[in-house]
């Protein structure tokens, strides 16, 4: 039996591959390098260039940047009227900014569960949770996937709520041939490094609903406008603007934006990448036994932002941690999404408790991340493939032994 190397022997690779990691060419350093040189290095032309380039993409009528992805959140919240005494229902696996957007307005998150299967929000668990005082439901694309969207705007339409898509992990990705961005009321991106495409930072707020689209631009910016048709008081000059609400500086600058451009140009390349990453995976897992796959909901097509393993460590002689190590240990970043949102001592001092959610506290507990990027090589991942199946075949002959 190959020694691992968590315990002296030779790891598999001599240099770390990270979970994650962002791909910048020539054509994004000349990008940013033009607007260095250009007269606005924010407020300028590439922010709008970049709404419109996101409203072609993806179908949706109105576009507003913002600063990240947090941002982007926060300011949908906003735009949809989410306030003390509302409650949302979202997922507690997912990044803390989805339900942390509910608390910045005031409002109450409220945790379903999810589907073992898919790993999203289930909707099932979504209607058991609606009470008289649910306003509106952020469901997650998470590690790129679409959520159930059929069954979760029905349940939207039975009850008034309005739907949130969290989609910073899902860029490029379709269900039923619809675009991410055109699916929700609201849908907000995320551009950060290790996503699908990045801007640094930089994050964006999607709708077809001209009210809500208004909401969102004055949210994201201070709450100030000089557009006539939403001015009160009409000034006599150019100069005029009002501010008609308590709003935020979310602005996301000319500089992020060109690097945003110059990626999406690259969206088609990175998403066919990544879906061939996928496949590949899927198909080299797909027949252990003590591996589970993520299953993704009918009339998807999915650009992954993760690939995520399932282990069951009944049939491992290990625990999720000693596996984890023993991958890092191997040279392969793996990482782990997510931890219960409230799980964490902020949450639990708001009076959330363990067991809530028990779908989503087995699928953490069974977890693990593994490095999935458009520059990974064959090699890279035949490496990360290789790294899985020797620990599979240790940790299962070493459960064999305990009862020889």
């Given amino acids: 039996m190959t020694k691992l190397a968590l315990y002296g022997g030779e790891p598999l690779r001599n240099m770390r591959l990270s979970y994650g990691h962002q ?20 407020c300028g032309p590439k ?42 229902i979202t997922t507690p696996i997912t990044f803390a900014a989805s339900a942390n957007a509910i608390l ?23 209607e058991e949770c609606i009470t008289e005082r649910t306003k509106a439901v952020i469901a997650v694309d998470f590690t790129g996937a679409p959520c159930d969207y059929d069954s979760i ?21 379709k269900h039923r041939g619809i675009p991410v961005g055109s699916i929700a009321d609201l849908t907000t991106f995320s551009f950060h490094p290790v996503k ?25 910016k201070h709450g100030i406008t000089r557009d006539s048709e939403l001015l009160r008081n009409q000034g ?59 299953t993704e909901v009918e009339g998807s097509d999915t650009v992954r932002h993760l690939y995520i393993l399932r282990l069951d460590f009944n049939r491992l002689n290990c625990g999720r941690k000693e596996f984890y190590d023993a991958m890092q240990a191997e040279n392969i970043g793996v990482n782990v999404h997510y931890i219960p949102v409230y799980w964490f001592p902020y949450y639990q001092s708001l009076g959330y408790q363990k067991g809530l959610c028990p779908n989503a506290e087995v699928y953490y507990e069974s977890s693990i991340t593994l490095p999935l990027f458009y520059s990974m090589t064959d090699q890279d991942q035949d490496d990360v493939i290789q790294a899985v199946n020797k620990l599979v075949r240790y940790f299962r002959k070493q459960m064999e032994a305990k009862y020889v």
């Avoid at 919240?77 to 949302?88: F, Q, S």
């Avoid at 705007?153 to 309005?162: M, P």
């Avoid at 603007?241 to 945003?260: K, P, S, V």
Wanted: charged fraction near 20%.
């Fill in 23 to 42: 791909y910048i060419d020539g054509e994004d350093i000349q990008a940013v390098t033009a607007v260095l040189k250009s007269d606005f290095l924010t």
């Fill in 47 to 88: 922010v709008s260039e970049l709404e419109e380039t996101l409203c072609h993409l993806t179908g949706a009528a109105h576009c507003t940047a913002v600063s990240n992805g947090t941002a982007a959140l926060h300011v949908a919240c906003l735009a949809a009227g989410i306030g003390p005494g509302d409650e949302v």
């Fill in 104 to 126: 910045y307005c005031g409002g109450k998150p409220v945790f379903a569960d999810i589907d073992p299967h898919t790993y999203m929000i289930d909707p099932v668990s979504i």
């Fill in 153 to 173: 705007q029905a349940i939207c339409q039975k009850y008034n709520l309005l739907l949130i898509e969290d989609a910073a992990h899902s860029i490029g990705t």
């Fill in 196 to 220: 699908t495409i990045t801007a640094g930072e930089g994050g964006a707020v999607l709708t077809k609903d001209s009210t809500l689209a208004k909401r969102v631009e004055l949210f994201a």
């Fill in 236 to 294: 006599n000059s150019n100069w005029y603007y009002e501010q008609q609400l308590l709003g935020y500086n979310y602005r996301m600058t000319d500089i992020q934006c060109a690097l945003a451009l110059s990626q999406l140009n690259k969206l088609e390349r990175f998403s066919t990448r990544r879906k061939e990453l996928v496949r590949r995976y899927d198909e080299a897992f797909g027949e252990i036994p003590e591996v589970m796959i993520q």
